[in-house]
T-cell receptor, first 118, second 111 residues
Framework: GAVVSQHPSRVICKSGTSVKIECRSLDFQATTMFWYRQFPKQSLMLMATSNEGSKATYEQGVEKDKFLINHASLTLSTLTVTSAHPEDSSFYIC??????????????FGSGTRLTVV | QQQVKQSPQSLIVQKGGISIINCAYENTAFDYFPWYQQFPGKGPALLIAIRPDVSEKKEGRFTISFNKSAKQFSLHIMDSQPGDSATYFCAASMSDYKLSFGAGTTVTVRA
């Protein structure tokens, strides 16, 4: 089955620094990747959609200059939280969808990254 | 506003019992309805999914019932086991675009 690897699983950083989270599709090419944020005991909130080779589309209210997304290849998307502050502490999850025509493969999620900003 | 409304927020069921989670949607353009299972500290994992051209889909102990006219779909977990204790999310999407998630249901199975 489709596998998405997300790294790191946990990261603690100091306020004001930047953190990069990687999302890789291991056995399929992901033309589209999605980045979510999840607060404790809440649902997943879509932050942005990224398509390989083009700029990401951000959801309303998400600061694109703070959450930089790069989807440089068909197997890798990165989310960089710039100048992180304690309020950015959250659980970040990526999801990938395979491209191509024919039978849809659905959406595969990574295992998530717990970001703590101190 | 949430495009998919999910209930209940939480439920407790005895081992061997049936867990039922309900979802409702408004957008008739939705054409893909998956259910995800999430354990604490992990990403969601696809449990089962259905498309609007069928009214029911069963995979093992998990069944989706879909009512297109009522714009509702539900997940039934038969013979619930302690290992099923998790948070379940329904979702919907149209034409392979982004997923809209329900608020989630925390299921606790008591042994």
């Amino acid at each position: 089955g489709a596998v998405v690897s997300q790294h790191p699983s946990r990261v603690i950083c100091k306020s004001g620094t930047s953190v990069k989270i990687e999302c890789r599709s291991l056995d399929f090419q992901a033309t589209t990747m999605f980045w979510y944020r999840q607060f404790p005991k809440q649902s997943l909130m879509l932050m942005a959609t990224s398509n390989e080779g083009s700029k990401a589309t951000y959801e309303q209210g998400v600061e694109k200059d703070k959450f930089l997304i790069n989807h440089a290849s068909l197997t890798l998307s990165t989310l960089t939280v710039t100048s992180a502050h304690p309020e950015d502490s959250s659980f970040y999850i990526c999801s990938a969808r395979a491209g191509g025509t024919g039978r849809r493969l659905g959406y595969t999620f990574g295992s998530g990254t717990r970001l703590t900003v101190v | 506003q949430q495009q998919v409304k999910q209930s209940p927020q939480s439920l407790i069921v005895q081992k061997g019992g049936i867990s039922i989670i309900n979802c409702a949607y408004e957008n008739t353009a939705f054409d893909y309805f998956p259910w995800y299972q999430q354990f604490p500290g992990k990403g969601p994992a696809l449990l089962i999914a259905i498309r609007p051209d069928v009214s029911e889909k069963k995979e093992g102990r998990f069944t989706i019932s879909f009512n297109k006219s009522a714009k509702q779909f539900s997940l039934h977990i038969m013979d619930s086991q302690p290992g099923d204790s998790a948070t379940y999310f329904c979702a919907a999407s149209m034409s392979d675009y982004k997923l809209s998630f329900g608020a989630g249901t925390t299921v606790t199975v008591r042994a």
